[in-house]
């Protein structure tokens, strides 16, 4: 499992793809973080990080996808799915070290975003003027949430052998867990279960976590959602061989 994770690494950033993810991620941040005009973190005069987070989910839902588009899709169209699958390492081990390869991906990625904190923490009136407990559960949960669009993107490669095929409807799904059922758990045709249905999407759970209380519920939550579309991935896998 370690072999493959780290194969996994190097392919990342022995090609383009995993500069231009952390690339991309970090420009059109700042550049809406510092940048736009009216609607920025100078003009919004707070200093907090909250426009940074409110819109880190919409540039995860591009990119993340774009990561895990190649996980599988790539193996099959190739012809090397099948001697992957059939090597002496299980479809748990191969699924979890290419998860984690991605993970590890968006972690470089975030990183550098911290300078973002570092600043707003020195240019505050008085220093040290942010919340920073607010500051440091948002950025677990937008890893946590980068963490279920990998699991998502990982089962939307699996299903296909097209890259493209594997992007789109992994966006799709991401957007249902973002979005969707938020605008479901709206509709008052559901009546009593619009709550049930409200706490199936992310955005609430992300939201929780990002005002700085760690709830269990939510990490569970996060956990469990992943261990979900895992094993979907693996299932898939598995009746190659059936």
Known sequence: MIALFRKEINSFFSSIIGYIVIILFLLVNAIFFWLVADDNILYYGYANMDLF????PYIFLLLIPAVTMRSFAEEKSIGTIESLITKPISETKIILAKYFASVVLVIFAILPTFTYYISLYYVG?????????AVMGSYLGLLLLASIY???????SSLTDNQIVSLLVSIAIC?????GFNFLGSLKSFKSL???IFELGVLPHYVSISRGVIDTRDVIYFLSANAFFLLCTKTVLQKRKW
Request: hydrophobic content about 55%; cysteine-free.
């Open 53 to 56: 987070f409110d819109r880190a």
């Open 125 to 133: 009136n008085p220093v040290g003027n942010i919340d920073t407990g």
């Open 150 to 156: 990998v699991s998502i993107g990982m089962l939307a």
């Open 175 to 179: 957007l249902l867990m973002t979005w």
């Open 194 to 196: 619009n709550l049930f």
